[in-house]
């Protein structure tokens, strides 16, 4: 039985590298192999340099930084990164729009009052999770537009922190510092700051649940049940927080599940082991799904009435074939036909999307093939769509998209290589729970609306990956 297991937690470390790997390949040949594209030359002559310079800077430096002191060295790439993310909101200002005013107006009515009424943040209630949390620096410090950046800049500069921790458990302090760097430097995060949105939140909530959980696996097989449950309440309200603001935390639970009980097969033969396992992952989702509940209550109880808890519409758009799954407006305008029936709840609305999405499956002779590379393509093919959310004010719109698109497929070429080294090492720590995250939350826009960027979360794991892949390229003994 020891064997099987062993045998099957190594193919199926290989295949989830495999997987990622896989995926890559597909985005790279994608957009490398259309060579009339718009700035073709500049972006592969930018992406080499990139891969051969870039890399031997990162590799180099990080090797020489690892000799200075680590404390030293780790709040100066802080105040770095303090220092570039503020220095683009300074520069670059701009008023909530979109999906941002949402964002905004809700977290300013949530602020001025306990009930608001509004059906649509009832149809989507996750616009209440990052709203209640802006709501509460709106009150304090008053509606100012700027208030969102300057909170996006401190959870980005915080995440930093985490993602530090993280890589140095992963790969040591030369992946600590490299995927730092990474992360200082990509320029669509940069960009993001600058408006009103739930992602750096969430994200950070989401590196500070990869934290605990690396700490919890590193000393679950000594620790007393007690510890366990608590830390699994912890980790339960945090998934909570995660899907309040985006509703994956589905993602990262079923990544944990298969990490502790497929690959870590160290609890074949040890019954306390076997036992603090089954608590700590059981206890996470007894925990996710009573809290959840409660969360769904409160937010219903501020709305004033009933929210969606199915994402009928989305899933209606996502299977839309002449949209490529991606918002349009025939879909939005049935959504607000059924939200404008007299009686209707959001949930009632949701419902109904819900089978006009079954209906659109089984009678709309969609080539589900075809479907799904284009949302695949539309969800990780580029890097961009901050510039355009910003167009409004943004300058030099095609030298930022060019950086963007550089430095993204930058990360996924250094990435592919760390992930083709944790095949060839077998690699089973933290970061196969990372690399898992980004497949579930690929194959989960696949059945939803998709854009561009709902892949923010998934550069984090890119970075992981590249970090770790940097790390070995100037060092092939290591391999």
């Avoid at 890399?55 to 990164?81: D, T």
């Avoid at 208030?147 to 458990?169: C, E, K, Q």
């Avoid at 490529?324 to 959001?346: E, F, I, K, R, V």
Wanted: charged share 15%; glycine share 6%.
């Amino acid at each position: 039985m020891e064997r099987f297991s062993g045998l099957f937690s190594t193919f199926s470390t290989r295949a989830i590298y495999g997987i990622y790997s896989f995926f890559v390949a597909i985005l790279i040949f994608d957009y490398f192999s259309d060579t009339q594209k718009y700035n073709y030359v500049m972006i592969l002559v930018g992406v080499l340099l990139l891969c051969t310079i870039g890399n031997f800077i990162l590799s180099s430096g990080s090797l020489y930084l690892e000799r200075v002191n680590e404390k030293i060295c780790f709040f100066v790439l802080l105040i770095i990164c303090l220092a570039v993310k503020t220095a683009w909101i300074v520069t670059y200002k701009i008023d909530p729009i979109g999906d941002y005013e949402a964002f905004f107006n809700t977290a300013k009515a949530l602020g001025d009052n306990f009930v608001i009424h509004d059906r649509y943040v009832a149809l989507f209630p996750h616009i209440f999770g990052y709203a209640s949390f802006l709501s509460i620096f709106l009150k304090i410090f008053g509606a100012n537009f700027m208030i969102p950046p300057i909170i996006n800049v401190v959870l980005t500069t915080i995440s930093m922190g985490l993602i530090y921790f993280i890589a140095r458990r992963i790969g040591g302090v030369r992946t600590a510092i490299t995927a730092s760097v990474l992360w200082i430097l990509l320029p669509s995060q940069t960009m993001y700051n600058m408006f009103a949105l739930s992602e750096p939140l969430y994200c950070t909530i989401l590196l500070l649940a990869w934290a605990i959980m690396i700490i919890v696996y590193d000393k679950i097989e000594n620790m007393k049940i007690a510890k366990v449950l608590m830390y699994s309440i912890l980790l339960a309200a945090l998934l909570v927080l995660i899907n309040m603001a985006r509703p994956i935390a589905a993602v990262p639970i079923i990544a944990l599940a298969i990490w502790m009980f497929i690959i870590d097969t160290k609890h074949i033969g040890n019954k306390k082991l076997l036992i603090n396992k089954l608590a700590y992952v059981g206890v996470i989702i007894i925990g996710y799904l009573i809290m959840s509940s409660a969360a769904n209550h409160y937010v219903t109880l501020r709305l004033g009435e009933e929210i969606a808890t199915v994402p009928g519409y989305n899933i209606h758009v996502g299977f839309n074939k002449g949209a490529s799954g991606t918002w349009n407006p025939g879909d939005s305008a049935l959504l607000y036909h059924y939200s404008g029936q007299p009686g209707w709840s959001a949930q009632d609305v949701q419902k109904q999307m819900l089978e006009e999405a079954k209906k659109r499956i089984k009678n709309d002779d969609i080539d589900f093939g075809k479907l799904m590379y284009d949302k695949f393509i539309i969800f990780l093919g580029n890097d961009d769509q901050a510039v355009k959310y910003a167009d409004p004010i943004m300058d030099h719109k095609v030298r930022y998209t060019i950086i963007s698109n550089v430095f993204y497929y930058f990360l996924l070429v250094t990435s592919l290589f760390g992930a083709l080294v944790a095949i060839k090492n077998k690699n089973k720590s933290s970061l196969l729970i990372i690399c898992l995250y980004v497949i579930g939350l690929t194959m989960a826009q696949m059945i939803v609306e998709v854009a561009p960027r709902y892949h923010y979360s998934a550069t984090i794991p890119m970075i992981f990956l590249a970090a770790f892949g940097i790390k070995h390229i100037y060092n092939k003994k290591r391999i």
